[in-house]
């Protein structure tokens, strides 16, 4: 990998974390999820992600491109659960 690859895999890292910390603490701070709810909420949330379908000519390619999206958007989930875990475990301190 060159290091313009490393630089940009790293930006779309770094992008995906604040996201993913904006994101939790807007749901906990507006009440929309609890720390006890949250593995219920990523779980619809999956659920509805599982459901995006693509608009293109191919169905397999549609299909492939829906399976994508879907587990992309768990992996975000998983990071924002570990989040939560580490934000949880340090107010118990």
């Given at each position: 990998m060159d290091d313009d690859a490393i630089k940009l895999e790293m930006r779309i890292s770094a992008i995906e974390?604040?996201?993913?910390k904006m994101h939790l603490v807007t749901l906990l701070a507006s009440?929309?999820?609890?720390?006890?709810?949250?593995?219920e909420f990523a779980e619809g949330f999956?659920?509805?992600?599982?459901?995006?379908k693509?608009?293109?000519?191919?169905?397999?390619l549609s299909?492939?491109?829906s399976g994508e999206w879907e587990e992309a958007i768990a992996r975000l989930l998983r990071l924002e659960k570990t989040l939560l875990e580490q934000t949880m475990s340090?107010?118990?301190r």
């Open positions: 974390y604040l996201l993913c009440g929309a999820v609890r720390p006890e709810t949250f593995d999956v659920a509805g992600a599982a459901q995006q693509f608009p293109v000519p191919d169905a397999a299909d492939h491109l340090g107010r118990s």
